[in-house]
């Protein structure tokens, strides 16, 4: 397994179902989010500047009626399993795009590519005479490019013809 990836899937994926989660909690009222913190600001300033208890209690009162019009903890509970299915559809969508390539055969070059073309036209096996005929490669080229792949276990030999080895 893939630590990177694994890691980044599940951070995506948590990352995906707490935003979603927050953004249930205040019913995506991302201005009513800000204005709580400017209020919240406010009363920390009335704190620190001294200001009678009374005043500050009844800022505090204020800012916890704020919230509660911004918040709505039963609607997050609610919608808990949306927002883990949210998450769950980020962190699949991120392993998907992180691995793409991981289960893929390498590419070749572009002559490998051309071979592999012809092999698969012809069932899986072919000749040097099909693949002159059939592709741009000269017959120095098809020799390299076939010995290469033969080389490296992509192709066997069984006389004069060519086959993938799957």
């Known amino acids: 397994m ?27 009222d991302t201005a009513g ?7 919240r600001g406010d009363v920390r300033d009335l704190t620190a500047s001294g200001a009678s208890a009374a005043a500050v209690e009844a800022a505090r009162r204020n800012l916890a009626e ?11 509970l609610r919608m808990v399993p949306v927002a883990l299915l949210i ?6 969508a991120v392993w998907r795009a992180f691995g793409s390539r991981v289960g893929s055969a ?16 012809k069932g899986g096996q072919f000749t040097l005479g099909d693949l ?4 741009p490669l000269s017959e ?3 020799r ?3 010995r290469r792949m033969l080389d490296a276990g992509r192709l066997t030999r069984e006389g004069d013809t060519f086959r993938l080895v799957r």
């Open 87 to 92: 998450g769950v559809l980020v962190a699949w």
């Open 66 to 76: 704020l919230g509660a019009r911004i918040a709505d903890p039963d609607f997050a």
């Open 140 to 142: 120095e080229q098809a």
């Open 144 to 146: 390299a490019v076939t």
């Open 33 to 39: 989010v800000m204005h709580y913190l400017r209020e």
């Open 132 to 135: 002159s005929a059939s592709s």
């Open 2 to 28: 893939n630590v990177p990836r694994a890691a980044v899937t599940l951070i995506a994926g948590l990352s995906a179902a707490l935003i979603a989660y927050s953004a249930f909690y205040v019913r995506g």
């Open 106 to 121: 390498e590419r070749g070059d572009v002559q490998e590519r051309m071979i592999l073309r012809l092999a698969y036209r």
